[in-house]
């Protein structure tokens, strides 16, 4: 069990900070079983993963930390619609289970559809005193929009590839996605020892990434500015092909050998 709960932990710690796409079944075995930790962990992440793109599109003139507040209370939101209703909502007009792709698409689309709405109901009820852009923003995140599933496939090289993913990687360590994450997981009354476990897998990481200031959580201003200066020094592909490089190589070492020979 223990184990199990490791591997689980690092299979949401990584999948939280990818660009995959979002996994539909699992946000419908998280509605049916919503008293299942697993998969109730594995639905919050999906939200998550819808939320984000959305989020950056509505406000891309807004500051990282507006972004993370947003995402965070848009998350809660959309979860809250889900479960008061699921069976209007999602299960009446989807065959149970949704096992082909075009049923997968109509859950997604569906989800998508609510999570809109709701991004729009937290934004409309946060103030702004000016719509000057704030001095914590590094560059336009609104094409980070690669986990949409409605998006056709695509084919980059690799150069390109890891580019993109290190864009990803650094938007989401600006809004502090796994510390929300956790937040999201107690907050939705996940079971304990799956946001602990993946709090200290978390605080263990952090010592090792290469962009924060001596292995230790800052603030996104402090991030962005760091991030900035380096982008004055080096190459802007080069730097974020090397963040992509650093996470693939942090997961294949964290995987065990049976995972990772796979």
């Known amino acids: 069990?223990?184990?199990?709960?490791?591997?689980?932990?690092?299979?949401?710690?990584?999948?939280?900070?990818?660009?995959?796409?979002?996994?539909?079944?699992?946000?419908w075995n998280g509605l049916r079983e919503l008293d299942e930790p697993f998969e109730k962990a594995s639905l919050i992440k999906n939200l998550c993963k819808i939320v984000v793109p959305l989020v950056n599109e509505e406000c891309f003139d807004r500051g990282s930390s507006d972004h993370?507040?947003?995402?965070?209370?848009?998350?809660?939101?959309?979860?809250?619609?889900?479960?008061?209703?699921?069976?209007?909502?999602?299960?009446?007009?989807?065959?149970?289970?949704?096992?082909?792709?075009?049923?997968?698409?109509?859950?997604?689309?569906a989800v998508k559809s609510g999570a809109s709405a709701a991004v729009k109901?937290?934004?409309?009820?946060?103030?702004?005193?000016?719509r000057i852009p704030s001095p914590d923003r590094l560059f336009d995140f609104r094409e980070l929009r690669v986990i949409d599933n409605e998006l056709p496939y695509i084919i980059f090289t690799d150069k390109e590839f890891h580019v993109i993913h290190g864009l990803v990687l650094v938007y989401l360590w600006i809004i502090d996605i796994p510390s929300?994450?956790?937040?999201?997981?107690?907050?939705?009354?996940?079971?304990?020892?799956?946001?602990?476990?993946?709090?200290?897998l978390s605080d263990s990481i952090v010592k090792e990434n290469p962009l924060l200031i001596r292995g230790k959580k800052t603030s996104p201003r402090a991030l962005v500015s760091k991030l900035d200066d380096k982008l004055k020094e080096g190459d802007y592909l080069d730097m974020f092909e090397s963040v992509h490089r650093w996470f693939e190589e942090l997961k294949e070492r964290l995987s065990p050998r049976s995972e990772s020979g796979k």
Not at 1 to 24: C, H, T, W
Not at 79 to 105: G, H, M, S, W
Request: net charge negative; glycine share 4%.
């Open 1 to 27: 069990m223990v184990e199990n709960l490791a591997r689980f932990a690092r299979a949401l710690y990584f999948d939280i900070q990818s660009i995959d796409g979002v996994k539909p079944l699992e946000i």
């Open 68 to 109: 993370a507040g947003l995402v965070e209370r848009s998350v809660k939101a959309l979860y809250a619609d889900l479960c008061k209703d699921p069976q209007t909502l999602i299960f009446n007009d989807i065959p149970d289970p949704p096992v082909r792709d075009e049923e997968q698409k109509q859950l997604y689309l």
């Open 121 to 130: 109901r937290v934004i409309a009820a946060t103030r702004r005193k000016s």
């Open 180 to 200: 929300m994450f956790i937040s999201l997981l107690r907050e939705t009354g996940v079971s304990d020892e799956i946001p602990q476990t993946l709090e200290e």
